[in-house]
């Protein structure tokens, strides 16, 4: 018997759907919002979602009775309140490997655009101001310290970028021992600060949780160099986004890039968007044609999987 499978619109790539359509009988929702979503989950008595960035929350979960499987399409959590799943016997399915390469990528793009200055030499170029170069600081990273926040899957791929650019690597995560970071060619950093301190980049890849939430805030922008970065690929509330205003502000940091903000998508008069040593991307470092197919394809598969009884492998709340 075929399983029953919302799709939200606009959905995941044609590989994962096509698959889905194959094996399941697909329904999609117009938008993701609550109501909608409620009001599709009980008229087609659906057993799994396919999310992206729509709110899994108790609401839904109470009122969706035949739901059972909740598949996010990417790594992070935070739209899924997967400790009320668990209660509700919802099994959350996520994708921990379809985007790590591209978003690590993306990282080493920040640093070399932001160490390089790309934004301000591209508009001094565009605005008539060719000959302001030479007041344009731009700087190797050939030996500068790297701090990675977070070495988990994404960390680990910048660290081994970062490291043929002969960067030298720090890392701050509780989780990894001193002697796996060492494997790898990266220093273990015990307390943040002490890392942030000596660090020319700072890129941050930790989850957002109540420990991750505002870990970088105004005490750790004061401890920074003022000719340090700060890459921010992990979600905006990591960083506390009123105390980057007034680092970059006071000079206390060089500049940062963005990939995501605390409020997605931002106000169009955020404040820091009147500052060129910020560079913005609209939370697309995973979204590479590759990794969109490798992520559509791996969710369509283990979800097909799990409401068949298998044991897959990106079952987070498997108990
Ligand atoms: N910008 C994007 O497009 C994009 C795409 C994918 C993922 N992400 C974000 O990147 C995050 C990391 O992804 P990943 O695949 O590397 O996940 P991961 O689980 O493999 O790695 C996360 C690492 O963070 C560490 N960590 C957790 N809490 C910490 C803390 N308080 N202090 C220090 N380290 C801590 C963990 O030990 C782990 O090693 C995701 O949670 C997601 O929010 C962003």
Known sequence: MKHNVLLILPTIQPNGVEYLEENSNVFYAPDGKKETLIHYINEHQIEAVVTRSEIIDKEIMDACDSLKVIG???????????????????????????????????????????????????????????FSRENRYTMEVYKKNLLIVGLGRIGRAVAERAKAFGMHLMAYDGFVSKEAMEQSGVEKINVLEEGIKKADFITLHVPLTEETKGMVSGEQFKLMKSSAYIINMGRGAVIDEKALIEALQNGEIAGAGLDVLETEPPRTDHPLFSMDQVIFTPHIGGDTREAKMRTSSLLSHSMIEVMEGQNVYNWVNRK
Not at 103 to 127: G, P, Y
Request: charged share 20%; glycine share 8%; hydrophobic share 40%.
């Open 72 to 130: 996010q399409h990417g790594v992070g959590l935070d739209n899924i309140d997967v400790n009320e799943a668990g209660k509700h016997g919802i099994k959350v399915l996520n994708v921990p490997d379809g985007n790590y390469i591209s978003v690590a990528e993306h990282t080493i793009a920040f640093i070399l655009a932001l160490s390089r200055s790309f934004r301000i030499n591209d508009c001094s170029v565009r605005s008539d101001a060719w």
